[in-house]
């Protein structure tokens, strides 16, 4: 699923999208391209985790797993 994969990179880069739906989610030669970083927050903020968790469960409930495979914050 490229969707989880683009929300892994953000994450293995310090970041967390914070409000991922399908409307924030273009459609691109079918790939998808994320917009509206308004909310978009380091993975040191406080809550990071738990927006990270409504992005991924927003995108695909059945694989809310994917929260496991991630590395800790630093």
């Known amino acids: 699923n490229e969707v989880?994969?683009?929300i892994k990179l953000l994450y293995e880069n310090?970041?967390?999208h914070g409000d991922l739906?399908?409307?924030n989610i273009l459609n691109y030669d079918n790939h998808p391209v994320f917009?509206?970083?308004s909310t978009c927050t380091s993975i040191k903020d406080p809550r990071a985790f738990e927006?990270?968790?409504r992005d991924v469960k927003n995108n695909n409930p059945s694989i809310h797993c994917i929260l496991r495979i991630l590395?800790?914050?630093p």
């Open 21 to 23: 739906s399908q409307f």
């Open 71 to 73: 590395p800790p914050a």
């Open 35 to 37: 917009i509206d970083f």
């Open 51 to 53: 927006y990270l968790e």
């Open 14 to 16: 310090g970041l967390v």
């Open 4 to 6: 989880i994969k683009y």
